[in-house]
T-cell receptor
Framework: DGGITQSPKYLFRKEGQNVTLSCEQN?????MYWYRQDPGQGLRLIYY???????QKGDIAEGYSVSREKKESFPLTVTSAQKNPTAFYLC????????????FGQGTRLTVV | GESVGLHLPTLSVQEGDNSIINCAYS??????FIWYKQESGKGPQFIID?????DKRQGQRVTVLLNKTVKHLSLQIAATQPGDSAVYFC??????????????FGQGTILTVHP
């Protein structure tokens, strides 16, 4: 079955550590996105990538980094520079340049302990 | 637009009533719009979409209306059921320039359906 998979579902991080969230899709989509969602709030765009080896900052990129070495993978690293990383992180993908829906993963809930 | 620092608006309805959820968008060049439903702890799920050359589209129990003049989108849910309780987001897939292909989400609305 085609889809988009995020792992892990829950992640705990100690202050000062970097952690990497995984996002894999087998939909052959060109574009991938990372969003952050805080309780009771909407989705805010962190980074997006429309093609392999290229990505752009979203609205809240500070303290995060990404890579896009393969079409199917778009990992997000939450660095120690992110002051308030506890949140729900969502990955999505779409066909590049097309007016098509985005498919979302089931999310990763990151908690700083 | 973004909902940075804001809490989501809420809509409470009785089971069986019709629900209308509204969304304003900012990019007049956007040519494609989507409504998503998000249940607690899960990723958003596609409900219905509409292209800018249309002003209305109907699905099963849902209707999306698009008013390009005032840049407004609405989602109508007929005979709302308790299982419809969720957060609803609109999204636009901006057309032209650097925003092409980039999804931008609206603020979202929390829908609560009472039995």
């Amino acid at each position: 079955d085609g889809g988009i998979t995020q792992s892990p579902k829950y992640l705990f991080r100690k202050e000062g550590q970097n952690v990497t969230l995984s996002c894999e899709q087998n939909l052959n989509h060109d574009a991938m996105y990372w969003y952050r969602q805080d309780p009771g709030q909407g989705l805010r765009l962190i980074y997006y990538s429309q093609i392999v080896n290229d990505f752009q900052k979203g609205d809240i990129a500070e303290g995060y980094s990404v890579s896009r070495e393969k079409k199917e993978s778009f990992p997000l690293t939450v660095t120690s520079a992110q002051k308030n990383p506890t949140a729900f992180y969502l990955c999505a993908s779409t066909l590049k340049g097309g007016a098509t829906e985005a498919f979302f993963g089931q999310g990763t809930r990151l908690t700083v302990v | 637009g973004e909902s940075v620092g804001l809490h989501l608006p809420t809509l409470s309805v009785q089971e069986g009533d019709n629900s209308i959820i509204n969304c304003a968008y900012s990019n007049s060049a956007s040519d494609y719009f989507i409504w998503y439903k998000q249940e607690s702890g899960k990723g958003p799920q596609f409900i219905i979409d509409i292209r800018s050359n249309m002003d209305k589209r109907q699905g099963q129990r849902v209707t999306v209306l698009l008013n390009k003049t005032v840049k407004h989108l609405s989602l109508q849910i007929a005979a709302t059921q308790p299982g419809d309780s969720a957060v609803y987001f609109c999204a636009e897939n901006g057309a032209g320039g650097t925003s092409y292909g980039k999804l931008t989400f609206g603020q979202g609305t929390i829908l609560t359906v009472h039995p």
